[in-house]
DNA sequence: AGCAGACGTGGAAACGTTTACAAGGCCTCG
DNA sequence: CGAGGCCTTGTAAACGTTTCCACGTCTGCT
């Protein structure tokens, strides 16, 4: 088998013209015994049909493309699953591409232009006007898995972080935590805003349990553990003013990593968790149920985002005209070890 | 802008034929003027060539396939992020197949006939003769990260799994340790396989060191954990035949999943790490770095491996009659907490 | 029986590129 | 001064498909 089998090879040995035997192969007009003879013919020869010619003649390319500022973060991965999950169904191809900052992003879109993907499934950790300009630019449709400007005229799915920060806040005093820090992401990234706002916003009913708040450099658990130490020394760990009245006893960290820094420099600055000091964490990663002690979080829906968004450009794909649609996820609380009530029963 | 601008609108635009617009654009022999006038024209237009009539016609879509069996897996994400970063500079771009078992990496080799792709990196879980078979057969190079039979004719980077199976348990016996298990992943696997003799070829120089072994049903958190229990249940965990001369003091997991699992078992036995029990995980994923305590892993140079394994892709499509090569990447030892030796100073 | 319509078929164009080939112009060298 | 060679250019074919159009044939209805 020295070269491929075209059509034109399939036409030949079926003895018909290559339109009869195109729509012999895709189920158009053809009569019983072409169909017969053309199947016959293609199987004998292999044939299976090229999909740059194709893509060329149809202009779709059956492919789709993913991009994420770090798939080293776990909750893209998942987003990654379960878009491939849904788009290999009518067929889509996916590819990746890993985005280190905002230039990269806009080449990438630009990129668009070589029409070799049919549609785009964004994630991008700082949103700009000039993001938002050149995704509505963009020569194919592109899903937002994002917070974007109102009115973007975008499609969307995000998720309400601000509130998954409140829903955590809650459950910690729910619990009986008295002075609650949070780490933060970074503040010039989408999610870092909303989530600091979402700290914010608790202020007025928690009074005097809103405790400071902290921006790590990066959503990592170095940085985690870096921005930790300086609030615990700063606030009341053991060893440092001593856990009086102000001392932080409950932590929320706007992501699973960050609260894992967390949890490491609780250990080494010798507080326990959760008697001493209860951490909630975001995304609700694998991360969170492995680790010890399990890390209560607050899952932002990275699975059904990535469900979602995939949906989304589908549905645009198959109708262009549809109205922008934004979808929204909401979070959900998974209480774990990490937040166990200092004296409350064992439950595992 | 409505429409996407075509070679032909820019050679119109320049007042020249479009070969002559195909050549200046491509550096290929040209007037400086022509070059000049086509390259304004094609500014002036916003001009991207086609990525897929450029593929047609040059019989390359510089698009390569990464396929591994779980993409869920960190060791594979790791991978891929080398894989990516080395491809994209000669301009690939790359797609990601998530083949659930065998027959779907059958499915996608076969795929590749269509054409959407100049090359794949395929590391499959369970290696058959018939998908040896397959990767020969295949219309596009394929590169395999994993162990193939001798003289596959195939390109290949594979670590040696086997003796990092060894070196951890030297890492064992020399910290103190006195009795050692191995919890390993499934035996139909070729990593599994692998380990699995690594395990075995210690028995020798172990004498009465060397424990029992345990396959997994799965590379994965849960099924490490059911293994462990059942390994720490017959041998001699404290509450079972107590910590007699015949107890487990350390246990060799084919993986870090494992490796968790193992902890989160040993933990539920009231069972310390690694005072009472020593724990060593494989692959060195961030899990390993991240875990409570650290877990001390036998890296096996996931992300070499996928660089190593883009480096071989590229050599093959520049030059296809190269002879094909394997690469191995040497395991190597991480120590961290989970080992440390019972009596030993307090090293963190 | 005649005609409209349906249906199957083949020829050819088209998608947007690259490239083989031939031809023209100019320069250089004999 | 003429011939040969190089450089540039344009025409046209090609990559492998799908699809428009026109043409025939057959069916069924009036």
Redesign the pocket.
Known sequence: MK?????????RRA????????????G????????ERVRTAAGDLG????A???A????RTLQLSFAVDDIGNPVYVEMMKAVQSVVTVPGYRLMISSTGDADDTIDLLRSLSK?YADGMILSPLRVTDRLVEEVRAAPVPVVVIGRLPEGSGVDTVMTDSARGVGIAVDHLVETGRRRIGFVNGPLDTTPGRARQHGFEATAERLGDRHGPAVAAADFTVAAGYDAARTLLAGHGAPGGTGPGPHALDAVVAANDLLAIGVMHAAHDAGVRVPDDLAVVGMDDTELARVFQPSLTSVSLGSGERGTRAAELLLARLADPQREATTVVVPPALHVRHSTRPPHGRDTP
């Open positions: 070269q491929r089998a075209t059509i034109t090879d399939v036409a003895g018909v013209s290559v339109a009869s035997a195109s729509r012999a192969l895709n158009l007009s053809a009569s019983a015994a072409t169909v044939y299976i049909p090229d740059t010619a194709r060329l003649k149809m202009g029409g």
